[in-house]
């Protein structure tokens, strides 16, 4: 019994499996500004904090609102053309935040929607890679500095031995994932 033709034909199967192409993750849309509203006065909508459990290092926190992201590492301010322009750390930026992208000096994020519908944050952050994923019940990845993997504990604070996150307001988009970089990042 000739037992090529059949091994042949596995082979030609797998291969063609091994050679499938995943689609790309779909993107993230980026929350647009309110219409016919321009901004006025800083009025925070979502917050994020870092708590550091060993003591060392004092809380961290950035709040955002549809025009800004403030904080002690971030100070940002949407355009009118949409661009986010101000501070990241000491550095003067303007960032574009296009769908699923938000690009400019040091700044290369991919914002995507992961298999189980995670919140996926690949790239660059002050030219360091980064990679966050951001799930209802836990929060994984690496950032400058640090390693995260964190776990829900409800109401939208997250912990670990490291510290404890608390992430409070509505789901905006560049905000929220700079902010957060703007706090964890050491």
């Known amino acids: 019994m000739n037992r090529l033709p059949a091994a042949l034909a596995l082979a030609f199967s797998l291969l063609g499996c091994a050679t499938v192409a995943k689609p790309p993750p779909p993107p993230i849309a980026m929350t647009a500004a309110p219409v016919g509203i321009v901004a006025g006065e800083f009025q925070p909508t979502g917050e994020v904090v870092w708590k550091d459990l060993t003591g060392v290092s004092p809380p961290r926190k950035a709040s ?4 800004r992201v403030i904080g002690p ?8 053309d949409g661009n986010w322009v101000g501070k990241l750390g000491s550095t003067e930026v303007r960032l574009l935040a296009t769908l699923g992208k938000v690009t400019g000096p040091g700044v290369e ?7 189980k519908g995670d919140v996926v944050v690949d790239g660059l952050w002050g030219g360091r890679p980064v990679h966050l994923e951001l799930g209802k019940t836990r929060i994984t990845g690496t950032l400058p500095g640090r ?6 504990m409800g109401s939208g604070m997250f912990n ?6 608390q992430i409070t307001g509505p789901p905006d988009m560049p905000q929220i994932v700079l902010s957060l970089l703007a706090v964890v990042s050491s």
């Not at 955002?64 to 025009?67: A, E, G, L, S, V």
């Not at 670990?160 to 996150?165: A, H, I, M």
């Open 64 to 67: 955002f609102d549809d025009w």
């Open 73 to 80: 590492r971030v100070s940002l301010t949407r355009a009118p």
């Open 109 to 115: 994020l991919s914002i995507s929607a992961g298999e």
């Open 147 to 152: 390693q995260l993997d964190l776990t829900d």
């Open 160 to 165: 670990s031995y490291q510290g404890l996150l």
